[in-house]
C-alpha cells in the first residue's frame, strides 16, 4: 500500500511538473503575493523572457532568432555583465525588446539581507537606465520575500517569474525544452529562457525550433509590458 501511494504522489508530481495547470500559478500568486506568474486573457498571446544576460556570443544569436521569427523578448540582465558589450543592449533596445532588472550578479536573490538587495537592486538600474525604460525586477533562482516586494514597489518595479519554465538552465536537451513550451504554451503564458555561454546557445536553438511552430498555432510573441497591457 504504500509504495502504491509513493508511486501515486510521483505521478501526480510528474504531472504538476510536466503540465502544471493554471490553477497552480493563480495558488502560488494568492499564497505569495507580488510577483506575476502569468496574464489573464484569451488573446493568443505570450511573452518571452530571457535571463542573465547579455553575452557577448550568444545574445546577438538570440537576437538573430527572434528577428527572423518576428518575436519580441524581455531581456533580464545582470548589470555587472554590461561592460564590453554596451553595443548589444543598444542593439537589443532598438530591435524593440524590453529591458528587466536581474539584479548584479547570479546568485540566489532570497539570500541577501533587504538592504543588500535593494542595493543591488539600485545598482542594477542605474546601470540599466541609460539604455531604456526598465520595469521589471526578476529575483534570481525564483524566490521572493515579502520584504522584496515591498522593496520592488517602492523603486517603482513589478516582480516577474513565469509559468513555463522548460528546465533549460540544466538540461542540454533544446528539443526537450522545445516539447516542453509547445505542452504548455497557452494565452497570457511567460516563458523563462536563458543566455549566457552553453545555456545562450541552447536557447538560440530552441527558439529556432519552437518560434514557428508557435506562430504556426497562432500565438504572438511579446515582452512582458505588451502582454500586460493587452489584459
Given at each position: 500500500m504504500g509504495w502504491a501511494v509513493a508511486g501515486l504522489l510521483a505521478l501526480a508530481?510528474?504531472?504538476?511538473?510536466?503540465?502544471?495547470?493554471?490553477?497552480?500559478?493563480?495558488?502560488?500568486?494568492?499564497?505569495?503575493p507580488?510577483?506575476?506568474y502569468r496574464a489573464h486573457l484569451r488573446a493568443p498571446l505570450i511573452a518571452l523572457t530571457i535571463d542573465d544576460g547579455p553575452d557577448s556570443v550568444t545574445t546577438p544569436l538570440i537576437l538573430a532568432?527572434?528577428?527572423?521569427?518576428?518575436a519580441q523578448a524581455?531581456?533580464?540582465l545582470i548589470s555587472s555583465r554590461l561592460a564590453g558589450r554596451e553595443q548589444i543592449v543598444r542593439d537589443l533596445v532598438a530591435a524593440g525588446h524590453e529591458l528587466g532588472n536581474h539584479l548584479t550578479r547570479d546568485e540566489a536573490s532570497i539570500k541577501l539581507p533587504p538592504a543588500e538587495f535593494e542595493r543591488a537592486l539600485v545598482e542594477a538600474d542605474r546601470a540599466l537606465a541609460g539604455y531604456g525604460p526598465v520595469r521589471w525586477v526578476r529575483p534570481a533562482s525564483g524566490w521572493y520575500s515579502?520584504?522584496?516586494?515591498?522593496i520592488a514597489d517602492r523603486h517603482h518595479y513589478r516582480c516577474a517569474l513565469g509559468s513555463i519554465y522548460p528546465f533549460d538552465a540544466a538540461l542540454p536537451w533544446?528539443?526537450?525544452?522545445?516539447s516542453y513550451i509547445r505542452r504548455n504554451a497557452r494565452p497570457g503564458a511567460i516563458i523563462i529562457l536563458h543566455d549566457g555561454a552553453a545555456r545562450g546557445l541552447r536557447t538560440a536553438r530552441v527558439l529556432r525550433i519552437v518560434l514557428p511552430a508557435l506562430r504556426?498555432?497562432?500565438y504572438?510573441?511579446?515582452?512582458?509590458?505588451?502582454?500586460?497591457?493587452?489584459?
Open positions: 508530481l510528474g504531472a504538476l511538473v510536466w503540465a502544471p495547470p493554471d490553477w497552480l500559478f493563480d495558488g502560488l500568486t494568492a499564497l505569495r507580488g510577483c506575476i532568432e527572434l528577428e527572423r521569427h518576428d524581455t531581456f533580464f515579502r520584504a522584496m516586494i515591498e533544446p528539443r526537450f525544452s522545445a504556426a498555432n497562432g504572438r510573441i511579446v515582452t512582458l509590458s505588451d502582454l500586460v497591457a493587452a489584459a
